[in-house]
């Protein structure tokens, strides 16, 4: 009885894209669906227009609405969501000749970002793009925005009422741009002291749905939201990792990325993907099934160009290796190195290679050593405790046996204790 019910909550819609040779509407069509699979709409027919420029008044023009217009009788649907972004005068003129509710792909996409918002800086984050986004579609709309009502396009900061005057938005947009800095601030410090404490970071980043979560959570245990949807992951976690050469990193998974992500989006999450370009080491997950995988790879490749991300240190990790036949898998295998790495992370496969890549791409900040202090060094030991890390300790007549690590600036000194080892 749930299952019925919840199925009948699921907005019914039908997709709409202009093929006019700048990308590939096939393909940007078949992750809309998911997009919308994601915000809890059922696709109910995708349309592809070729046209050689949009339309300015319609986008597609009012022939191809009038059939649109027929398919939403027929099928009954509920919502019409365009794979380009639509202007508020062709919004009005599309919801006005269909009698339908009209949204485009960045209303969906900040719809799904507002769903998933969990921490205060993401949800506003999302709020500012939202206002901007509607901002630049006040003029237009006309009755479009009250017919957008509740549900998919409107989640977020509210409903914005045609009567809402551009004062009102740009000061709404003011106030939150202004906690966004005051949060920037808090976190840049919190970044601002890892540095100072030689706190090793590692960036997780990637397309959306490759697996990123996934990962993060099979080697921290964190327990981040697994989906098999887009942006199942919104907001920024961060978790301790124990590497084999016994250092500690501060592991993070960020959002993921799509093609033609919204540059409001962008602009609103800048400040949080910037974290990334303060990362030691980056990791760049793959769905290594995936038939557009080069594509993906550079759509991420040139965001973290913009980002200032160039010069860090990157491992390009193919996940989901268990889709791969047995063929595939080994040649791919046979392939890898310190800089590729062939993983599952769903089933744990690969997971110390990755370890070592990450060892190997770090800066070298402290060595693995066995000392023995003697009790009248005791303060260097504890110099030793607070910047290293102990594995294990003895008490002996000749002094504390220890088998830490040693930040390098301490090393030299360290290592007039090392012979004293053998006398023990």
């Given amino acids: 009885m749930h299952e019925i019910q919840q199925e009948q909550t699921r ?4 997709l709409v894209g202009i093929n006019t040779g700048e990308y590939d509407a096939e393909i940007s069509m078949q992750e809309l669906e998911e997009l919308a699979d994601t ?9 592809i227009q070729s046209r050689p420029a949009p339309e300015a008044a319609t986008c597609i023009g009012a022939g191809k609405l009038e059939e649109i217009k027929e398919q939403v009788k027929i099928l009954d649907a509920d919502l019409i969501i365009f794979d380009t972004e639509l202007t508020g005068m062709q919004m009005r003129n599309i919801s006005d000749l269909t009698d339908c509710k009209v949204i485009d792909r960045t209303m969906l996409i900040l719809d799904i970002f507002a769903g998933r918002a969990r921490t205060a800086e993401g949800k506003v984050q999302v709020a500012l793009a939202q206002y901007k986004y509607r901002l630049t579609r006040l003029t237009g709309m006309g009755t479009a925005l009250s017919r957008l009502g509740g549900g998919i396009g409107t989640r977020g900061p509210g409903e914005t009422k045609l009567e809402t005057d551009r004062r009102h938005i740009r000061n709404r947009i003011t106030s939150l741009e202004n906690e966004l800095r005051e949060m920037e601030k808090h976190r840049k410090f919190i970044t601002s002291r890892r540095k100072k404490n030689s706190i090793l970071t590692a960036a997780i980043v990637g397309y959306t749905n490759a697996g990123k979560s996934t990962l993060f959570n099979m080697l921290t245990q964190a327990g981040v939201l697994e989906e098999n949807k887009l942006f199942a992951t919104l907001d920024v976690t961060a978790r301790a990792l124990e590497l084999p050469d016994g250092r500690s990193i501060l592991l993070s998974d960020t959002v993921g990325f799509i093609r033609r992500l919204p540059h409001h989006l962008v602009e609103a999450f800048r400040s949080t993907l910037e974290e990334t370009a303060q990362a030691d ?3 760049h997950v793959l769905d290594v099934s995936e038939p557009d995988l080069q594509e993906r790879m550079q759509i991420t490749q040139d965001l973290l160009k913009d980002l200032g991300c160039a010069e860090i ?5 193919l996940n989901k290796s268990d889709l791969l036949d047995d063929q595939t898998r080994i040649s791919i295998q046979g392939k890898s190195d310190f800089d590729t790495v062939l993983m599952s992370a769903k089933h744990g496969d690969g997971v110390q290679d990755l370890l070592k890549a990450i060892v190997h791409h770090l800066p070298q900040t402290t060595r693995r050593m066995q000392l023995c202090i003697p009790y009248a060094d005791g303060g260097f030991l504890n110099q030793l405790r607070e910047e290293g890390k102990i594995f294990s300790e003895e008490y002996t007549e000749n002094g504390i046996c220890v088998d830490l690590l040693v930040d390098l600036k301490y090393q030299k000194k360290a290592e007039n204790y090392i012979k004293n080892q053998k006398e023990v």
Wanted: glycine share 0%; net charge positive.
């Fill in 11 to 14: 907005t019914k819609a039908i």
């Fill in 39 to 47: 915000a809890e709409c059922d696709t109910l027919l995708k349309i």
């Fill in 281 to 283: 080491v980056i990791l």
């Fill in 313 to 317: 240190p990157k491992i390009c990790i």
